[in-house]
């Protein structure tokens, strides 16, 4: 007999060779029909993998956040099954499951979109036969067989990198479909259901590797329910609507060129969003004591040799090579920022020191990976470098957060989770200062009341960071600032401050962007708000509409009166309907419309139409301006009352 401790903490005994399946249903028949896989101490395996020594055995139903990449992982197979029935001559490659799906890459085949029905109703006949799906534990050598026998080369590949020490291998069979897998999966195919479909073609390489060969990859998504597939279809749906590349185009914000592939050409509506926002984060700084720099474009190989980038990064660098010198345009504003605090003696007094730069830098990016806004070659940041005392590294770090979250409130984000990425394989400085770093910004969370999770090994090259990340209204995950903390480039540019003692020390450094990129934020800004952006930030606050010629003079006063004011206003005074206009400037989503006709203009008033709303309102001219002037006001700023 062996003993089962569940969840609760209470214990059942069981012959050994039991499975959790059998253990589920000890427990209820409700339990045993929604379940999907177990967790057996820490590992989480299939259903039927038997139990013979005592542990700790959790049931991984379909509530479990686990359980949908299971069930997606199961439809992967399903697909490559599918494929090796309708095209027989299909090699095989991976499979897994993703965020939001599935894919499965071959090789020897060309799939259309229109080619997507034929293979997802092969793929309902392998469902509705409900194969068992029976995972085999073989011998490498008798894998290597099975798969010489079915011409499998990329699995040979596969099994040929594993590491020598890996003698036995799983394989799983459905039907007269063998694959080569680590599990765990669904217990049938019928398991999968109807709540699945295929989505789209793509080209891909064989382990991402241009030189290699290219290969089909056919995507799809799959749920336990119908009710969450069309939910998921509705919120794609609504996500395209929202494709910030579609509404920079309805906007008449920006645009891009392949004469400057992932670079921006902002259009004067684009560009006074872009520098609105600059200088609302220029004042949230300056209130809390940044000044602000600026630092060369481009220089000399020998600073990215001492700060690290030329031997860390050089493949992400754009150089150039100017009088035999070999220079590079800066990925990065943090050694410009070094140079400037280590002109003249710091003393501890001085500390610490806020310095902030809205800095443009330019990192190589594949093209493949370049996406609108969200992924550039150049963008601008909002790069601050704080120098301090160790002493005050916890309170500097926790000044920085509190800033961020006050920022991205007056956005309206406030769905937010925090990661940890730490020392990364490749890195500079000892482990020491790596452990130092970490635990700071650890315990500076934790001291905040704020939960945290792990990525392990995604810090930058020279510390650890926090990345701030948001969820929108469609459960999208959007990464943000960043704050670092770092020892390694005072030490590489040989910084100090002379301490209470007399003696050099070393300054901590930490890095942070609020908004991360300008580029990326506005982005994010468009499609989190659809490109309905409040009042304060929009590039146009108020379009001035007369109904007739007749009124273009009263127009002209009011937008004149509001641009002297401080509120964004432009003037429609074409030979239109008012109702085309108001549609038009809708669709570019101002938030006001100013309609004025004859009584307007006789009684010095405006009717006030607001994005989204169907009621209107009258206010005297008067009125309206002091409204429209209180509604411009950054938030998080503190104004005189008038």
């Known amino acids: 007999m062996i003993e089962i401790k569940l969840p609760d903490g209470s214990k059942m005994n069981f012959e050994s060779g039991v499975n959790g399946l059998d253990v589920a249903k000890k427990i209820s028949e409700g339990l045993a029909k929604n379940a999907v896989a177990v967790r057996i101490d820490e590992t989480i395996t299939d259903l039927m993998t038997p139990i013979t020594t005592n542990a700790s055995v959790s049931i991984i139903t ?122 765990p999966h669904l217990g049938s195919t019928g398991k999968l259901g109807k709540a699945f479909k295929l989505t789209k073609v793509a080209a891909a390489y064989w382990r991402g590797d241009s ?24 919120l794609i749906a609504e996500a395209e609507k929202r494709d910030h590349r579609k509404l920079g185009k309805e906007m008449d914000l920006f645009h891009f060129e392949e004469y400057a592939p992932g670079d ?104 493949g990976a370049i996406h609108g806004l969200l992924r550039v070659r150049a963008f601008t940041q909002d790069d601050a470098h704080i120098f301090c005392t160790p002493e005050q590294l916890k309170v500097e770090l926790q ?33 020491e200062i790596w452990d130092l770093l970490e635990n700071s910004l650890a315990d500076a969370l934790t001291d905040m009341g704020y939960e945290y999770s792990l990525n392990p090994g995604d810090g930058a090259f020279y510390g650890p960071k926090l990345d701030f990340k948001f969820r929108d209204a469609l459960g999208r995950e959007w990464q943000l600032g960043t704050l670092q903390a770092d020892l390694n480039l005072p030490e590489r540019f040989d910084v100090s401050y002379i301490g209470e003692d007399g003696e050099k020390h070393r300054p901590i450094m930490l890095h942070r962007a609020l908004f991360g990129s300008l580029e990326r934020f506005t982005g994010v800004l468009l499609e989190i708000t659809a490109g309905h952006l409040p009042f304060w930030i929009a590039p146009v606050q108020v379009m001035v509409a007369p109904i007739t010629s007749d009124q273009n003079e009263y127009a002209q006063k009011i937008a004149h009166r509001l641009n002297v004011a401080g509120v964004r206003t432009e003037l429609d005074l074409r030979n239109e309907k008012i109702s085309y206009k108001v549609r038009e400037h809708s669709l570019k989503k101002i938030p006001v419309i100013l309609v004025v006709g004859k009584k307007e203009a006789e009684e010095e008033t405006v009717t006030i139409r607001r994005l989204g709303s169907d009621k209107q309102e009258v206010l005297s001219f008067k009125e309206a301006l002091k409204l429209f002037k209180k509604e411009a006001r950054y938030p998080g700023i503190e104004y005189e009352e008038e």
């Not at 490559?80 to 890459?105: C, M, S, W």
């Not at 309902?124 to 050598?141: G, L, Q």
């Not at 067989?145 to 003698?167: T, V």
């Not at 509190?402 to 984000?413: A, E, N, P």
Request: net charge neutral; with cysteine.
């Open 62 to 183: 379909t509530r479990d956040p686990e359980a949908l990449s299971i069930l997606r992982h199961t439809a992967a197979h399903i697909l490559a099954h599918a494929v090796t029935r309708l095209y027989p001559k299909a090699q095989v490659t991976i499979g897994p499951a993703i965020e939001n799906g599935f894919y499965y890459d071959f090789y020897g085949i060309i799939v259309k979109e229109s080619d997507l029905p034929t293979i997802e109703a092969e793929m309902t006949k392998i469902v509705e036969a409900d194969y068992p799906i029976v995972k085999k534990v073989v011998s490498r050598t008798e894998a290597e067989r099975i798969f010489k026998e079915r011409n499998e080369k990329y699995k040979l590949e596969i099994l040929s990198d594993l590491p020598e020490e890996i003698q036995e291998v799983s394989l799983y069979v459905q039907d007269d479909y063998v694959e080569l897998c680590r599990g």
């Open 211 to 234: 030189q290699r060969e290219s290969l089909q990859r056919i995507y799809g998504t799959a749920f336990f329910n119908e009710k969450d597939l069309k939910r998921y279809f509705e």
């Open 264 to 367: 921006v050409f902002w259009h004067p509506r684009g560009w006074t969003l872009f520098q609105t926002l600059i200088d609302y984060m220029r004042k949230r700084q300056k209130a809390v004591g940044y000044v602000e720099v600026n630092t060369p474009q481009i220089m000399d190989r020998k600073l990215w040799e001492t700060s690290g980038h030329w031997n860390w990064y050089k493949e992400n660098m754009f150089t150039t090579t100017i009088e035999e010198k070999e220079y590079a345009i800066k990925p990065m504003n943090c050694p410009g920022g070094v140079l400037i605090f280590k002109q003249g003696i710091t003393s501890y007094r001085d500390l610490p020191q806020y310095i902030g730069e809205f800095g443009r830098v330019h990192r190589y990016e594949a093209s």
């Open 399 to 431: 000044k920085v957060v509190r800033l961020m979250v006050s920022i991205y409130k007056d956005f309206g984000l406030t769905d937010m989770t925090i990661k940890l990425s730490t020392r990364p394989a490749e890195r500079i400085g000892s482990d």
